[in-house]
């Protein structure tokens, strides 16, 4: 809490918002400052609001975006397409891409460093002066604090690297070559490591507050009229849009952003009484994409966690336990089409849906392992029968062998983390951690926890298995044990 105009920031921005033409904001109402709760600023309710009531508008002119901003008129030749083909919205792979016009995500991160060199002079100031300067997401961690997460697999996917290849790809070499664009005049230029840091930044407000804007144009879809749209999950065109962002969200929400022709509209989804929050919903995000997108981890969201396990793990168990000679083994393996195999797959519950109120009324429970995971391992023992049709003689042994290499490679999964459940669920109940490390303790434990359910449940599959198995014929894993 070291910033002392964080109140007045706050009230300049509203007063701002406000006079916008075909804003509202509700009377009951207020933005309130919420670093306490380690949230930033928020938006709480302070009388009681009925269900189905509008709680503030923001005016389409009032976004931040390739169609408000004056950056694509002043340099049309950089922004002559969208590239509205890069469907994730986020830095390419492989950072490498140095031509053709910039993507939505490029795109926005130009025209937010344009709009904050202006200065006072950007039309949009009073919103960029409550946007943060610091972050929470897992970009901006010391690889001393990433290392908190253990074996974590969201730390794969935090893409710093890439996101450096992209900027320097795609952002720099625009601003560098339409300078007397970008600053305004008499202004001092920035080096390319502050405008690497700015890029960085406005690229983490972009991740944790942008939306995906639904196309005027584009006819609703009747079918899904009940499904929840998400930010940043389509290949529309993205915008900052001021006071929506100010809003946090959960899991369980209790408002919603709708887009209309001319205006965006919050709305309460169910009656909201004095002193709660407005929450909005970023979708079924596990606590470790939530932390690597928006820089927070909640309960709620635990029922959403996911892990991944790799097919090289799943390789070196299934090896193991068929106990093939190399040649054999060989073979088998060489028979898989290396373009339809799959690198890592999602282990997850079936986490429910909220429903038409924002809340959610059935338990998280994990009931399925990943069928792209089964049927690539039938893929390779099919291949293994094909070669050494004793090893696998029928249906029910290859059940029992696929079962045994998921049961082992899910322990071997969670043996990568250094630490036990036990261990970190005492840090977090006794609260002996705070700040990032406890954030990283929620990720790695609750991703501990979703390990050890699937391997319970493929225990209980392997036990049946094994049982119908055990009055046909001998189980495999005896068998094994006595050849």
Do not use: C
Request: proline share 5%; glycine share 6%.
């Amino acid at each position: 809490m070291s910033d002392p105009t964080f109140a007045s920031k706050s009230a300049t921005f509203l007063e701002w918002f406000k006079t916008r033409p075909g804003a509202s904001f509700h009377p009951s109402i207020e933005i309130q400052d919420l670093r306490g709760k380690g949230a930033g600023r928020g938006i709480v309710a302070t009388a009681d609001i009925p269900e189905d009531t509008v709680l503030f508008t923001i005016p389409r002119t009032a976004i931040i975006s390739t169609q408000t901003s004056d950056l694509p008129k002043r340099i049309p030749q950089v922004f002559e397409t969208t590239g509205l083909e890069d469907a994730d919205n986020e830095a390419d792979e492989d950072g490498s891409e140095t031509s053709g016009p910039p993507d939505n995500w490029a795109s926005l991160i130009l025209i937010m460093i344009y709009e904050y060199l202006q200065g006072d002079n950007s039309r949009w100031k009073p919103y960029l002066d409550v946007l943060p300067d610091q972050f929470e997401t897992l970009m901006w961690w010391s690889d001393h604090e990433l290392a908190e997460l253990q074996a974590s697999s969201i730390v794969p996917k935090i893409g710093k690297d890439e996101a450096d290849g992209m900027f320097r790809a795609k952002v720099l070499p625009v601003i560098e070559e339409h300078a007397h664009v970008f600053y305004p005049e008499g202004s001092e230029k920035l080096s390319e490591d502050q405008l690497m840091t700015l890029a960085h930044r406005m690229g983490s407000t972009i991740m944790a507050y942008a939306f995906d804007l639904e196309n005027d144009d584009e006819e609703a879809d009747p079918e899904n009229d009940d499904e929840w749209v998400v930010d940043k999950e389509g290949i529309l065109m993205m915008g900052m849009v001021p006071m929506a962002d100010i809003l946090n969200a959960d899991a369980e929400f209790n408002a919603h952003v709708n887009h209309g022709e001319d205006s965006l509209t919050v709305t309460t989804l169910r009656p909201i009484r004095a002193g709660d929050e407005i929450l909005n919903y970023y979708g079924p995000l596990g606590n470790g994409e939530l932390l690597r997108r928006y820089g927070y981890v909640t309960d709620r969201h635990a029922r959403h966690d996911v892990t991944e396990i790799s097919w090289d793990l799943i390789l070196s168990v299934l090896k193991e336990t068929l106990i093939l000679d190399e040649e054999t083994w060989g073979k088998a393996v060489n028979e898989l089409d290396l373009e339809e195999i799959e690198d890592a797959f999602v282990i997850e519950r079936d986490s429910g849906e909220p429903d038409a109120h924002g809340e959610i009324h059935t338990e998280a429970a994990f009931k399925e392992l990943p069928s792209d995971l089964i049927e690539q391992i039938h893929t390779l023992l099919k291949a293994v029968r094909k070669i050494s049709p004793a090893t696998i003689p029928d249906k029910a042994m290859r059940d029992e062998i696929t079962l045994l290499a998921v049961h082992r490679a899910l322990e071997l999964r969670l043996g990568q983390y250094p630490t036990s459940q036990a261990y970190d669920l005492d840090l977090l109940s006794g609260n002996k951690v705070s700040g990032r490390q406890q954030k990283a303790v929620v990720v790695r434990w609750g991703e501990k926890v979703l390990l050890q359910e699937a391997i319970d449940f493929a225990q209980e599959k392997l036990l049946k298995v094994q049982s119908k198995a055990g009055q046909e014929s001998e189980p495999y894993a005896k068998r094994q044990r006595t050849r």
